[in-house]
């Protein structure tokens, strides 16, 4: 557990949130509920940087659970924002900055033909699902455990032993109705999806997963597993959804699925797409985007959908993306890490295991391969949590649950990724 007494005022303002705000959060992923003990209050973020209300600083590898790719606070992105303002926050009518952004979009994801802008991943997944079925005129959906696609009732569900599963809410408030037509199945099982095809292939309206996995710690998918979706999905006609809301503009310009060589029907976004301000976005092919409201029947709406500071935002991030063009230095990055980690736990012959897609990475304190969500939750989250109150005492703010990947920006220096690696030698030799 932290002392506190590094950070005296975050956990006076902890106190005083916990009186107005459930856990003193505004989203339990910051509660650290897995690690124990308090959050930093954070003052600001620059760079590759988090300053907490203490005067602490920390090397970040949140980055706002992954919108800053570029960093908190790039110029480019601030003065976007900053000129945006000047005219005015929201409308509630149609601006030209929406369709710059779906233009841009479009232009990099080669699968979306169109796109609707929303807040939030979870509004994109949750009319993506809605559209799916909308456009299949079916209802059962297909998603996998341990992937996470926001709070949205019918996906909030866990797989019981990893075999074909009839849904069962894993939040109190979802009515058993809700998902009662999600089928919840081991991620890279190709012999589980074969079989639920087999068993439901005409009721399948959609299969939804992470192409590479970040809400059970980073997995990686075979490429088997991902081909056995296209074929079936193709097969039986079914809508197959890439959640990109992480891995989109994370692990390569064109997403994850220009990477893993997949094309789906329809692609969530989120995260970067926003730069840190609350962007969501679902798009995928015509035919099927055309049976949303107003040209179809699927309803979906939005009062701040395509807000002209949010898309400047979004905007500018991946322009400055497009110029810069990070990702061979972010790979770098993120490999100079991986190694070392991977060196200072065999130093402390603490066994791990690290899976990293681009500069998304997750460290599992564990003795197998992490392939699932059975594995995955096999890690030592014991060792994790000691793991995660010793590196956040020399500064570096990891994300606070095994099950969640970390991220390198591109302004984090070989410098900065060294003194990472001395503070992991330092805190791996205690636990
Ligand atoms: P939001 O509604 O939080 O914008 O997006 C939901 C979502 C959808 N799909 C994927 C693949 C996601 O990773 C997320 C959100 N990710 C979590 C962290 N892994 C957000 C952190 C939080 O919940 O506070």
């Not at 793991?387 to 606070?400: A, E, K, Q, T, V």
């Not at 990947?405 to 805190?427: C, K, M, N, P």
């Amino acid at each position: 557990m932290t002392d506190t007494s590094q950070r005296p005022n975050s956990a006076l303002q902890f106190a005083r949130a916990n009186k107005s705000i459930p856990g003193g959060v505004n989203s339990p992923a910051r509660a650290f509920g897995a690690v124990g003990g308090t959050p930093p209050f954070i003052a600001r973020g620059e760079g590759p940087f988090l300053f907490d209300i203490d005067g602490n600083k920390y090397i970040d590898y949140i980055g706002s659970w992954g919108p800053h790719i570029l960093g908190h606070r790039h110029p480019a992105i601030i003065k976007a924002i900053q000129a945006a303002l000047e005219t005015g926050t929201s409308f509630g009518a149609p601006t030209v900055a929406e369709s710059d952004l779906a233009e841009l979009v479009i232009s990099l994801v080669p699968s979306i033909e169109k796109v609707r802008m929303v807040n939030s991943g979870t509004e994109a997944t949750m009319s993506a699902i809605r559209l799916a079925r909308g456009f299949t005129g079916r209802d059962t959906v297909i998603k996998f455990a341990g992937c996470y696609h926001g709070h949205v009732d019918s996906l909030l569900v866990q797989a019981g032993s990893g075999a074909l599963t009839l849904g069962t809410p894993s939040s109190p408030g979802v009515p058993a109705g809700c998902t009662s037509d999600t089928l919840v199945l081991p991620y890279n099982n190709v012999p589980a999806v074969t079989e639920a095809f087999e068993k439901n292939g005409d009721k399948l309206a959609a299969i939804i997963l992470e192409p590479v996995c970040g809400n059970m710690g980073c997995v990686i998918p075979s490429d088997a597993f991902l081909q056995a979706l296209r074929q079936l999905c193709t097969a039986h006609g079914c809508v197959l959804i890439f959640d990109e809301v992480m891995t989109g503009f994370r692990v390569g310009m064109n997403c994850a699925q220009e990477r893993l060589g997949i094309t789906p029907d329809l692609t969530t976004l989120g995260k970067i797409l926003g730069g840190g301000m609350p962007v969501g976005a679902y798009g995928g092919r015509a035919d099927i985007m055309d049976a949303v409201s107003p040209v179809g029947a699927v309803y979906q709406a939005g009062t701040l959908s395509g807000n002209p500071v949010a898309m400047a935002s979004g905007l500018a991030t991946l322009q400055q993306l497009k110029a810069d063009n990070p990702y061979p230095q972010l790979e770098e990055r993120a490999n100079q890490l991986a190694d070392g980690l991977l060196d200072a736990a065999a130093q402390a012959a603490i066994p791990v295991q690290i899976n990293r897609v681009g500069s998304m990475l997750t460290m599992f304190f564990n003795e197998q391969p992490v392939t699932d969500f059975m594995t995955a939750t096999a890690s030592d989250t014991e060792k994790f949590s000691k793991w995660f109150h010793g590196m956040l005492d020399r500064g570096i703010y990891l994300p606070c649950s095994q099950y969640e990947a970390l991220f390198v920006s591109a302004t984090h220096t070989t410098e900065l990724i060294d003194e990472t690696i001395q503070a992991a030698r330092e805190v791996l030799a205690t636990i």
